[in-house]
């Protein structure tokens, strides 16, 4: 991997990064394709047709179904979804955590139950690495703990030091498994977790222990689970200068676009969320000028696109009224259309922010696409 800053202005910057799977322009949105498909009946040409640079997938998901040695033995993610550029998976720990009433979780990992059939599953730092291994992603997730934002000060800390001693084991069990003339991806990178809920104090020290290891890059996890706005913007100001300047931050799960913007704004390179493809399998499409609700009655007798101007498959050929009928109608198609075109936004939005920062007009820009999206209309 390379990882080179082509400018910053202020704290927001955009790298060239080249992988074994191709270039990442940053900063960059992943489309979320949990499964190893994006909801919404989006295929893995559409993603090309619309900008997408890094697909995601979940490990956890995948080695539940259709199980890792499948996707192994069928040569991989990259062959088996049909996508020839990078793919991130994440680790499997929020998903493993957030299934409260069916873990137990121990220093050698964590043992839980299937969310599908409820069969007993044990997975740790060397099982998640293993099973990312086999499902040959570009980048790997190490396996953390994702505490709730809830739990006091003694457990996160504790939780944290786990993770902290969890990131080791990762860093290891990557090595050897990119060593093994077997492996399919024997250059997949490993980027580590900054854990520590609302404690910017142990953020920090978490954020200096797991720099030590000298990852390929580093993601804030915890965020977006029940903080506020302000609280999560806190933790990156405090965080993200702790984090080496030479390597890829990212910023797990988040978010809206205004989030996005004031993540780029204090350093932040990477990002996923569900919201394009949730939102807009419910109507709800993102615009310069705010969301709007396609459901809404306004839109009946509309001939306009989504958003006039835009390049999207949804805009160049549809209209407001014709989407809306295929929703009211619970037609695939409309929901199909309005992801297209929310995926799409984020995406072109990615592209604007890296122009932005490479023009040093950073400061000008945020400003007005966050106008612009304050309307809601």
């Not at 949990?34 to 040409?45: E, H, L, N, R, W």
């Not at 009211?328 to 920062?357: P, W």
Request: proline share 4%; with cysteine; charged share 25%.
């Amino acid at each position: 991997m390379t990882y080179q800053i082509i400018n910053q202005d202020g704290n927001a910057k955009s790298a060239h990064m080249e992988t074994v799977h191709g270039v990442i322009e940053t900063p960059v949105f992943m489309n979320v394709g949990t499964a190893a498909a994006i909801k919404g009946a989006v295929s893995t040409m559409d993603l090309q047709e619309i900008g997408t640079q890094v697909q995601l997938s979940n490990t956890y998901h995948l080695h539940v179904r259709p199980g890792d040695e499948i996707i192994y033995k069928l040569g991989g993610l990259p062959k088996f979804m049909v996508w020839d550029r990078p793919i991130l998976t994440d680790s499997g720990g929020f998903q493993v955590f957030s299934l409260a009433g069916l873990r137990k979780i121990k220093e050698e990992g964590v043992y839980f139950q299937s969310h599908i059939d409820g069969r007993k599953i044990f997975m740790g730092p060397e099982e998640s690495m293993q099973i990312q291994s086999h499902l040959a992603s570009t980048i790997a997730m190490a396996f953390d703990e994702c505490p709730s934002s809830k739990a006091d000060r003694q457990y996160i800390k504790q939780s944290v030091d786990r993770t902290t001693r969890w990131l080791a084991r990762c860093k290891e069990e990557m090595a050897r498994l990119n060593a093994l003339p077997e492996t399919i991806n024997k250059n997949q990178l490993l980027f580590g977790i900054n854990q520590g809920g609302i404690f910017s104090d142990i953020r920090i020290e978490h954020a200096k222990a797991i720099t030590e290891l000298n990852l390929d890059g580093y993601a804030v996890g915890g965020l977006a689970v029940g903080e506020s706005h302000e609280e999560m913007y806190h933790i990156l100001d405090e965080v993200v200068p702790y984090l080496p300047k030479d390597k890829p931050v990212y910023l797990m799960g988040v978010g809206t676009p205004a989030n996005i913007l004031e993540a780029v704004d204090r350093g932040v390179d990477f990002f996923d969320c569900v919201y394009p493809s949730r939102n807009g399998r419910h109507g709800h499409v993102y615009t310069n000028q705010g969301k709007r609700n396609l459901f809404n009655a306004k839109y009946e007798l509309d001939e306009k696109p989504i958003e006039e101007g835009c390049q999207c498959p949804a805009c160049k050929h549809y209209s407001r009224a014709y989407i809306r009928h295929l929703l009211k109608a619970k037609e695939m198609l409309g929901m199909r259309l309005c992801v297209l075109h929310n995926l799409y936004f984020y995406n072109h939005m990615m592209e604007e922010i890296r122009d932005a920062i490479r023009k040093n007009c950073w400061q000008e820009y945020k400003k007005g696409k966050l106008a612009g999206m304050e309307q809601n209309r």
